[in-house]
């Protein structure tokens, strides 16, 4: 029997892939004049993913790997204009209103009257507590976890702590590497709820559709029928 | 009666403001074909406060800080390789050997055996993560918080969620605003433990000497005698 329901936020509850997306066209035009486009993506991806033990995730992290990439990619020659206006990139983007996904506050409203409801996900504390306060659905939240990785061992810690046990846990989200597969390792139930758009850094298999406890939605409004069959 | 210790982290138990300090050095040097060492110092730290709501604290907002101060200070002159050069400074600070202040493992070693201890810091979660796991001090703590911010709401969040009642807390810090302050207008003991350095940011007030449940020690290792008199 379900009794609490994690949800992950960047692309579940919230757009955050678009910006971006968005943020990264707006740089390969700054570096066209250097380089063609797959190449300036390739390179920041290289470069985020080896920064990323040391930086981890987020907007800031993002921006100190494309600050380091552009560098890189015009052999010191991009000017310190054209670096600051990397750094306006990101100034927008902390400051981006929160848009919600379709159906989010009414379904998360619905939930919250019959399941507790947690908010478990990862990235800069700061950019996270603003989105969160901003998005006006914490009222509908029991508890709210910022991590800063999520591994099986982060999602027991959760667990353990707010004495839950992983067969009364659903988690619901669009990453198949952070939300899913190490909640069915613990025993748990995972949503998948797969965004047109995904980072790179979190496709990392196939949905694994012939497990029991996997289900997978096409929309946060199909959740509630979903948990009266479970 | 105190059960719960909480402690500050950065300047508390281990060295933070020192390498801040060597940082600043260097990034000074880096400007000083541009300006003089007050000027740079002045205007950092002015683009750090304007950053902050947006940017919260760590190295990584300090560095994206530097940069932006760099190319205004040069008026866009600086080169794409000297703010290479800031980049660097940020990873080596993020790479930096945690380094204990004298005598906090024993103290710490001790007082576990007697009270709960909570680890309570402020900044990049990656980052307090790493530096809190690698310190080995983490067999010491029962719970840690990291947060974005520590201010009367964040406490008392904290002493909510674990059941404490401010009467039976104390908080050890070097950060009278962060550390001390909030929590005697919750009620709760306050124990100040001043390093050499001060960040400009947390020189909030002068100690509040006269009040009943304020202490300042010298040492980490007076900690435990002072709880025998509490």
Redesign the interface.
């Known amino acids: 029997m379900i009794t609490t329901i994690g949800f992950d936020a960047d692309d579940t509850l919230w757009h955050t892939e678009t910006l971006f997306e968005k943020t990264h066209q707006k740089y390969k035009e700054l570096l066209s004049r250097y380089h063609d486009s797959k190449t300036v993506e390739t390179t920041l991806y290289a470069t985020e993913m080896r920064?990323l033990e040391?930086?981890?995730y987020g907007i800031?992290?993002f921006?100190?790997s494309a600050?380091?990439t552009?560098?890189t990619l015009?052999n010191?020659?991009?000017?310190?204009?054209e670096?600051?206006i990397i750094?306006d990139f990101?100034?927008k983007m902390?400051?981006h209103p929160v848009e919600l996904l379709a159906g989010v506050p009414e379904t998360l409203h619905f939930l919250s009257k019959h399941y507790k409801i947690i908010l478990i996900t990862k990235g800069?504390?700061?950019?996270q507590?603003r989105k969160f306060s901003e998005s006006d659905l914490s009222p509908y939240f029991k508890y709210s976890e910022?991590?800063?990785e999520k591994t099986v061992s982060t999602y027991k810690k959760i667990l353990h702590r707010y004495k839950i046990a992983p067969e009364n846990f659903l988690m619901v989200g669009n990453s198949l590497k952070s939300d899913i597969i190490p909640i069915l390792e613990l025993g748990g139930t995972a949503v998948y709820l797969p965004y047109p758009l995904t980072w790179a850094h979190e496709k990392a298999c196939l949905p694994p559709k012939d497990h029991n406890y996997f289900y997978q939605l096409e929309h946060i409004e199909e959740l509630p029928a979903l948990l009266t069959t479970l």
């Open positions: 920064n040391l930086f981890g800031k992290s921006t100190l600050i380091e552009a560098i015009t010191g020659k991009i000017s310190a204009d670096i600051k750094l990101s100034k902390l400051r800069d504390l700061r950019d507590e910022i991590v800063s």
